[in-house]
């Protein structure tokens, strides 16, 4: 029996994915097919993200991620606006705690300018009250292009748009087998086969997985690190306007614990970052035998471990401890309490690592004959996610894909 055909195959339903998808079939692509594996779309990073619209503050300039960070917020703006995605641009704080943290205000402030921010404004002591009245902190930076929306609801918007240019979208489709028939591919699981002329690998969690089943070495591992958060409880949510970051710590990899107003008016607080043993392990005793041995075989693992021990320790306590985990809220807004704290909530992030150790910083992508890898994409992608989507199609262009 024969399998159907497709110019081309995106494997990964979230929403790197589908705007990749969206983008090739808005340039002409002849046939494009998107394959996830669970039964709904957008299940894992995309939908446990944080809903926010990042401004591309934080990255080195010239970097992918600024570069495509500042691009794509414009282009997922004006997105949300034609499709009558809800979403809002209210700004964010980034405050500094102390007058330590200057200097790195000082250097967040240099970075915006040189990745194109406007209208930043730096505010005295004094001044963070007519923002946001319950911070406490020396100073901050206000900045405009922050904004928040559900991700979710865009992936949905996107996979419509595929399907009405006559892409196709398919759920319940897990990729297990990846072989060459010629000048294709043909990828085949319990859901059945098929056929593709391009493969385009937006696989996430298992993004270096796929690139192996391909025949690709990506000088790479994916380790999984689950952030942990709580809403706050309706009494509590009004300490919070809009969003409220703590200036980052050049020196850690993630960008410590925050608040966030989402769209439905929920105030999410956190998350923290602990190594998950499981890929897909969105509970604190979430365990997987294989996921755990790969990272035991890693060298890149215990490379990592010697450079931060210490912060993986203090981010495993505070997973299991609520007063610890509010200790650090209440150096932004010292009115919150442990009442206050409600459900708990938590999301995967995938992140590449380098044999050496290296936390993996900017965006992967790795082309190979007939096919693509988005090998890092954690945040800020779903923010550039249509820009990346561009890029790779622009990429396929210029080599005649």
Known sequence: ????????????????????????????????VVLEKEPRLAMHQTGHNSG?????????????????????????????????????????????????????????QRRAAANGLEGIQRLAK????????????????????TGIVDFVQVAQTL???????????????????????????????PAGRL???????????FSDRLARQCGVAPDLSILPFRGEYFCLKPKAAGLVRHLIYPVPDPALPFLGVHLTR???????????????????????????????LEILAFKGFWRLVPQFWRLGLREYRRSFSRRLFLAD??????????EHLGARG?????QAVAPTGQLIDDFRILAAPGMMHVLNAPSPAATASLAIGASIVARLRAEGS
Not at 195 to 205: D, E, Q, T
Not at 269 to 278: E, I, Q, R, T
Not at 346 to 350: K, L, T
């Open 52 to 108: 926010v619209i990042h401004s591309g503050l934080y990255y080195r300039p010239g970097s992918l991620k600024a570069l495509n960070c500042t691009r794509g917020r414009e282009e997922l703006y004006r997105f949300c606006a034609e499709h009558e995605v809800p979403h809002e641009r209210c700004g964010k704080l980034v405050v500094a705690g102390c007058e330590e943290e200057l200097p790195r205000l000082d250097e967040l």
């Open 262 to 292: 989402m769209m439905d008016g929920r105030v999410e607080a956190g998350p923290n970052a602990v190594l998950a043993w499981k890929r897909e392990g969105y509970g604190r005793t979430s365990f997987n035998f294989r996921d755990a």
């Open 1 to 32: 029996m024969s399998s159907k055909s497709f110019a081309y195959a995106v494997v990964g339903g979230g929403i790197v994915g589908l705007a990749t998808a969206w983008r090739l079939l808005l340039e002409g692509a002849d046939s494009v």
């Open 159 to 189: 996979a419509r748009l595929i399907r009405r240019r006559g892409g196709e979208v398919r759920t319940g489709w897990e990729v297990r087998k990846i072989a060459a028939q010629g000048k294709e591919y043909e990828l085949s699981g």
């Open 329 to 338: 809220l209440q150096r932004l807004v010292p009115a919150l309490q442990l």
């Open 346 to 350: 938590s999301g995967v992030r995938a």
């Open 126 to 145: 004094e001044d963070l009250g007519a923002y946001e009245p319950q911070v406490r902190g020396v100073g901050a930076l206000h900045v405009p292009q």
């Open 195 to 205: 056929r593709c002329g391009y493969l385009i690998n937006c696989a996430g969690l």
